[in-house]
């Protein structure tokens, strides 16, 4: 396993992280037993991060996160997140304290290395594009989040704060250009590059306008998430075990799962080769940008965990397949094999 600085924290991170949410669904939905295999797994291949949040399973991520670290006491670096809904906006702060005493409580810990806000972000509250996103001004304003996360971080209860790139792009770079934030979970997939790379005029996916570029500059460390496009990488082989056997909503516009299933079978140049599978050329894609930090994988098994692992050791993507996407980019994936 190889390891990345993560922004100006100081934390050296493995390059591949292991993911708590729903889409793999193993730390909501599997057994102890497999939960502890496949933990012990990560630990073992030298995975040190772990990435829960309250939202995933209600609570269950982090119960169960809580009881498997507490029984193996691996020395590892978790986050979590707090999520915030319009009945919390009259009082953030106290939102906040009061979700991170409850996670805290889940994951048997009396603070905890990363909290994240788990939110949607643009200029004003009533976006048309993206619906019950919390505005610049409840996230910097007076007695926003950032204030939020600051009172705990004096409070020795969070050593570090992050956000979710997910939002209006102009609001997103705001917010990283505020200094206030150490991390942020930055969407970039095969599917949907634009956080990492320039894309075309008309491109089907939203512009996340070279988002991973900006945090390099500001030194905030950036998470990959959704590597994996919620498993349209994987085929029907992902859709099995405690994994989400459908997939809600697309998390990003011109990101629907159908859609991006269809796509991904313009990408089969990629295993004459360059890559094993699917999964194994979205990870290795994404590693191969600097500006990202870690990798975050959603498991349903200590196999995929394995073969995630396993991409640190194989590394980026060779540059004639990254060349071989830019033109595929290009077209809007008209063309491939």
Request: proline share 3%.
């Amino acid at each position: 396993m190889k390891y990345r600085k993560l922004g100006k924290t100081g934390l050296r991170v493995s390059e591949i992280g292991f993911g708590c949410g729903n889409v793999g669904g193993l730390m909501i939905r599997g057994t102890h037993e497999d939960q502890v295999k496949a933990v012990g797994c990560a630990v073992e291949l030298g995975i040190n991060y772990f990435d829960t949040a309250a939202k995933y399973g209600n609570g269950q991520s982090e119960i169960n996160l809580g009881r498997v670290l507490k029984e193996l006491g691996p020395d590892v670096i978790v986050g979590s997140k707090v999520s915030l809904g319009e009945e919390n906006l009259e009082d953030i702060k106290g939102a906040v304290q009061l979700s991170l005493k409850k996670s805290l409580e889940r994951l048997n810990l009396d603070s905890i290395d990363l909290l994240q806000l788990h939110a949607r972000i643009a200029s004003n509250r009533n976006d048309e594009t993206w619906r019950g996103a919390l505005s610049l001004e409840d996230v910097l304003g007076e007695n926003g989040v950032a204030d939020a996360f600051e009172s705990l971080k004096s409070q020795g209860l969070v050593r570090f704060v992050g956000f979710t790139g997910i939002g209006e792009s102009a609001a997103l770079n705001r917010v990283i250009d505020s200094d206030r934030f150490d991390t942020v979970q930055s969407y970039f997939n095969l599917l949907n590059p634009s956080a990492g790379y320039q894309i075309p005029p008309g491109f089907v996916g939203y512009d996340f306008d070279r988002l991973i570029d900006r945090a390099l500059e500001r030194k905030v460390g950036v998470m990959a998430i959704r590597v994996l496009a919620a498993g349209a990488t994987g085929g029907a082989s992902s859709r099995t075990g405690s994994a989400a056997p459908t997939v809600r909503g697309p998390m990003v516009p011109g990101g629907e799962y159908d859609r991006d299933e269809a796509r991904v079978r313009q990408l089969g140049f990629l295993l004459s080769g360059d890559a094993a599978s699917f999964p194994q050329a979205a990870i290795r894609f994404a590693l191969g940008h600097s500006g990202v930090s870690v990798v975050l994988v959603g498991v349903s098994s200590a196999s995929q965990v394995e073969e995630a692992a396993a991409c640190s050791e194989l590394g980026p993507l060779p540059e004639g397949a990254v060349e071989k996407l830019k033109a595929l980019w290009a077209n809007n994936f008209k063309g491939g094999s």
